[in-house]
């Protein structure tokens, strides 16, 4: 396997809107995802977390930039290549009640891929499910049930079991465990990282928890109206947050100690400004309490100000 | 002294095709002015029927009280005729829900749901009420609320509509405020900013709030005291430095447990609570948590612990701190390390 598992080059995802009005989703971003790691994304409610993740596994065509995957670009692939890449790149959404059809059987929902690719068959593949139902936590007999007989925890493991089924290498986990219970979040979470190890996967894990995304990533990025805006390894980024918008963005995160919760915030100023109309310059100046005159004129660039350190932001100009 | 809210024995049922759902079950808490009370607790556990109840907003059917009572302010607000609770609930009592989108009405400016809130409760002119109505847009920090005052709530970002929201509730300085899950559909970022709004008003106008959330670090910042809810019952209630320094309820161990700690670097492998949420149509008979509780002894599965009195202001309903469960002191220590 190649060092980085997944490569994003200048990649662009737009929506046209109307005659004049585009959405820049994702706007030139650049970054890699390395084999074997998880890789977490927050960001502002529609900076493009989810047109990012589902745009790199082709639920949505590029607008623009490339996309490699294990060491091919993904648009100059074969058929057949194309076809093993779609199956090894798995998504799995934030809603487990929407997303399992409520009239088949778990059975059927976790073989979906199985029959799609023509993988397995009779006794193999009646193996095959009780063992990915095994493998996520759950029992044999849940298989001829249906998805309203789950809790929240159990059916996003039916959903984890069902994108496990081909054999992914790469999954992007689109909030998994927003929509559940605090004490199911941990389980699945739990699971997840389980699976890493011993399946060897990569995550692209989307989320608003900054405390679990810190907990299961090695790297983070943080995205802002369509923009890439920082990226680092999780811990460095949460003890030297360069972007102010990451400063802000970590200073807002509720402590759950009660004696340190009287501290400094940096409180953001107005709202998030319209995507079909971006500000000028740096998109984050408009509330941005560090703005500097530049910021209105020119585009910052996404360079590495420090080692594995990466950040848009012209306080770092040198 | 008098408190503002008093809920007592509180029951609350629904009629569903799958059965019976005791939904609350025999709640009982208090809230003094000018006091921020949290609710936390499982999906289902009973947060948003409570306070529905007191709203006077329990549908029926298929919902119905089935007993206890509610005094605020001196009166049962359950022996309220439907006149008199509309009076209370626009002027005294108001309420934030988790969706703006549900509470606002969409066909009117945003400024004229305020400014017709003031002259209906409140018998300000019209020229007064709109005066007001700038000025709440602008307390809760709507930018130009001169021009906003104009537009219709889908004009409104998801965090102004919140913020706009609050302004309708506040407008008539009621004196006690429910916000359920206020800032679950927001970004931290936002979210810092309703929480910070909603603490300024505290303050400024001395209101109490009822506060429900998923999230025990706006409860950390927010509140003094706190309820944790779970299969309809509250299971523990305490002063939040109280209850993050010396839970005494295993679901509150679960709780603490199952959520990561952001300050240090060491990757710790988090303790979920095993198993699934209770079945509300055929409780246990015993403790609702019993069937997740790794302490749980015979006892537990047969009996409903009553509320034991840990310290002033602080109960928990588990039998592990009644005299005769084996080793009190060995389990509360259990629950201390593991959230160490
Ligand atoms: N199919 C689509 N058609 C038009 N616009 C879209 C489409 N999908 C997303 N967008 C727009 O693209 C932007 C980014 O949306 P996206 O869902 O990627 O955000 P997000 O970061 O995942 O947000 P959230 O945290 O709220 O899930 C938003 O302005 C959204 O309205
Ligand atoms: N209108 C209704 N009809 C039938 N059952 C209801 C109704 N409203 C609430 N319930 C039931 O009452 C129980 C308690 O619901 P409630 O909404 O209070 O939970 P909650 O603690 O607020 O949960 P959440 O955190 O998910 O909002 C649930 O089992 C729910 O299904
Ligand atoms: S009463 Fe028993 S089952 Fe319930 S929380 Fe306490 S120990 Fe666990
Ligand atoms: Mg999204
Ligand atoms: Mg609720």
Redesign the pocket.
Known sequence: MPKNLVEIKTLKKYFHLGKDVTVKSVDDISFTIRSGETFGLVGESGSGKSTLGKTIVGLHQASGGEIIYNGKKVAELSKEEQRVANKEMQIIFQDPHASLNPRMRVGDIIAEGIDAYKLLKGKQRERRIYELLERVGLLPEHAKRYPHEFSGGQRQRIGIARALAVEPKFIVADEPISALDVSIQAQVVNLMEDLAKTEGLTYLFIAHDLGMVKHISDRIGVMYLGKMMELSDSDDMFQNPLHPYTQALLSAIPKTNPKMAKRERIMLQGDPPSPTDPPSGCRFRTRCPLAMEVCAKVEPSFKEVEPNHWTACHLYDA | MEHLLKVDQLKVN?N?YGGE?K?VRDVSFHVDQGEIVAIV?E????????VQSIMGLI?SP??MIKGGSIQFEGKDLLTLSKRQMRKIKGSKIGMIFQDPMTSLNPTMKVGKQIAEALITHRNFSKANAKNKAVEMLKLVGIPNPEARFQQYPHEYSGGMRQRAMIAIALACSPDLLIAD?PTTALDVTIQAQVLELMKELQKKMNTAIIL?T?DLGVVAETAQRVLV?YGGVVVESASVMELFENPRHPYTWGLLQSIPDTDTSEKKRLVPIAGSPPD?FSPPKGCPFAPRCKYAMDICLEEMPTDYDISDGHTAKCWLNDERAPHPETFARLGETENA
């Open positions: 629904f569903t759902v939904a607790g999906s289902g556990s009973g947060k948003s029927v409570t549908p298929p919902g899950e429900i998923h809810m509300l």
